[in-house]
């Protein structure tokens, strides 16, 4: 009888040497925590479709993001829920500097100085209309040039309150050159900017809208967000928010998308973030509660997957669930 020569089972025979030779590993520094805050005091509401997940006001973020801290998180992305009367067509209350968006990053960066904040660039929020630009009803067109002269104005806005970051996920094109000259002509050249490079018209966004009521009030966003049925078209974009000054690029969704993930990270220099979105969270999180999956291993299985396929970074509503994961099972398997 012949036997192989070739026994790959030996790498694989006990947990150690699994962990020896294991070519993907999950560390709490992958990951960035999005946090969702309202107005008001004393609130912690969770959102029906993204069960564990909450809303927080100020006070109770900052209790929140102790605990990220605790399991080695180094870095969050600020969502604000704005109230009806801060909305508008125009975007004027996003950079307004008394907005809840400019407070919490204030308040944030007192308590956790070395956070690196995040804060999100879109207009969606702050619309009547849940878009994330400035709307022609007569149209219903989105009116890039004019989005961008918005958006411009609530990115200074935050980077003048103290956040490290922003991450615009508008899709309007040429906001990353504009946001990067006026911060390099209003001396603010050190802040980094996470450009949603391939932020595809996903239908797993759902979750995410009923979380800051964003949905949008007519049509949908299929005329800037991208077309799931095109790669070469998020490669295209990628490569042009890196030549207008990117720091960072972001494919969004996850999971559906590794193909992305693989080719910017092969073809850019730029470190690669993915999103895993409030669909996928959602998604897990339901079969997990049927009994239909392990919850723990289909979050740590489909973290290493981003990884695998060449994130560097991981945006995920799991983060402070996979590093407490971490923290008692050293190190993923």
């Not at 489909?302 to 060449?310: C, V």
């Amino acid at each position: 009888m012949a036997f192989p020569n070739n026994r790959k089972r030996i790498n694989r025979a006990s947990r150690n040497v699994r962990n020896l030779v294991a070519e993907t590993i999950l560390h709490p520094h992958d990951f960035i925590a999005p946090l969702f805050i309202e107005s008001g005091a004393n609130i912690k509401s969770e959102i029906p479709s993204m069960p564990g997940y909450f809303r927080y006001s100020l006070d109770f973020v900052l209790d929140e993001i102790q605990e990220l801290v605790d399991v080695g998180i180094q870095s969050v992305l600020l969502f604000t829920k704005e109230s009806d009367d801060k909305k508008d067509n125009t975007g004027e209350h996003a950079s307004d500097p008394s907005g809840l968006m400019q407070q919490s990053i204030r308040a944030i960066k007192a308590q956790f100085p070395q956070l690196v904040v995040m804060t999100d660039i879109a207009l969606d929020p702050y619309s009547i209309y849940g878009h994330d630009g400035i709307v022609d009803i007569e149209k219903g067109e989105i009116i890039n040039d004019a989005t961008i002269s918005a958006l411009v104005k609530m990115a200074l806005s935050h980077v003048k309150s103290g956040a490290d970051w922003v991450a615009p996920s508008d899709m309007m094109d040429g906001r990353i050159g504009a946001i990067r000259e006026a911060f390099n002509t209003n001396g603010f050249k050190d802040k980094g900017i996470l450009a949603y490079s391939a932020k595809y018209a996903s239908a797993l966004y759902g979750p995410f809208r009923d979380a800051l009521d964003s949905a949008p009030g007519f049509g949908d966003k299929k005329s800037y967000q991208m077309d799931p049925r095109n790669r070469k078209e998020g490669i295209d974009e990628a490569n042009l928010d890196e030549a207008e000054g990117a720091d960072m690029l972001m494919v969004k969704p996850g999971s559906y998308y590794l193909d992305l993930v693989s080719d910017l990270s092969k073809s850019s220099n730029l470190p690669i973030a993915v999103y895993q979105v409030s669909g996928e969270y959602a998604m897990i999180k339901a079969a997990s509660e049927k009994g239909w999956l392990n919850e723990n291993e289909i979050m740590k299985e489909s973290l290493i997957a981003f990884k695998r396929a060449g994130a560097k970074v991981i945006l995920t509503y799991f983060a402070k669930e996979i590093c407490k994961h971490l923290i008692n099972n050293y190190p993923n398997s």
